[in-house]
């Protein structure tokens, strides 16, 4: 599933959301430098943010597909499993990873971010936590609970508290590398307006959409875009970006 979002790269650029300009200044004032290897990094999507505020950004990704659009982009990417890449002797400031950190084993990754990672230098994984409206969070539901009767998808709204899990996994395997000092937890909230087809035009992004047989694909979709028409055309998502960071600690 992790490499399933190839199949669209272009979709999942133009319609995935980025993350708050807080969460990337926080960041980049918390780390020792400008140099910035981003995990998981798809498209490019963060990558993109932090070089405008000022970093050097490298990309790591699994998925060719997802790579050669982000180098389309501007961004410099290296094709691998991040468990598996190879700093090669290169020491960066930070390492990150948007919605992606939960592809990669928490406590390889952190001991492959320690051996990428000047003393000082920061992790810092982080998710989207998104709830629509409370009425339309409801006619969502229903419309996956009919389309897909049994079959666990992705709920239509994942509060920030679904993601204390990722985030309490994050934090163990910080703890287990050995190599960093405390992991703190960020949280960011923030909003974000939606046309009817804008949202459906992320909806298939989800590594699980794959999986979803065509006519319920289709059936989805069409009861997704029913019920924000019935809202009036357009909504407000409410976003919580949360993060785990951690210093790198020692001399080497």
């Excluded at 094709?79 to 890449?85: H, K, N, T």
């Amino acid at each position: 599933m992790a490499e399933s979002f190839g199949t669209d790269a272009e979709r999942y650029d133009r319609a995935r959301p980025g993350y708050p300009a807080a969460l990337v200044q926080r960041i980049r004032a918390a780390c020792p430098g400008a140099e910035i290897v981003d995990v998981g990094c798809g498209t490019g999507i963060a990558a993109r943010q932090f070089q405008a505020a000022g970093a050097v950004v490298l990309g790591v990704d699994p998925d060719a597909r997802m790579a050669g659009l982000a180098r389309q982009r501007g961004l410099e990417v290296e094709v691998a499993r991040f468990e598996d890449w190879d700093p090669d002797g290169r020491a960066f400031d930070a390492v990150i990873a948007g919605q992606a950190w939960h592809w990669v084993d928490p406590a390889a990754g952190a001991a492959k971010a320690a051996q990428a990672l000047r003393p000082g230098g920061l992790l810092a994984v982080f998710w989207n936590a998104f709830e629509p409206p409370p009425d339309l969070n409801e006619a969502f539901a229903g419309v996956y609970r009919q389309a897909l009767p049994g079959v666990p998808v992705p709920r239509p709204a994942a509060h920030a508290s679904a993601y204390a899990g990722l985030c309490a996994k994050a934090a163990d395997g910080i703890r287990q590398a050995g190599t960093f000092g405390d992991p703190e937890q960020w949280r960011f909230d923030w909003d974000r307006p939606y046309t009817r087809d804008e949202y459906l035009d992320q909806v298939p992004t989800a590594g699980i959409w794959p999986r979803i047989p065509p006519a319920a694909q289709q059936e989805v979709l069409a009861g997704l875009g029913a019920a924000i028409d019935a809202a009036g055309g357009s909504f407000t998502m409410h976003y919580a970006t949360v993060a785990v960071v951690a210093a790198r600690t020692g001399d080497a």
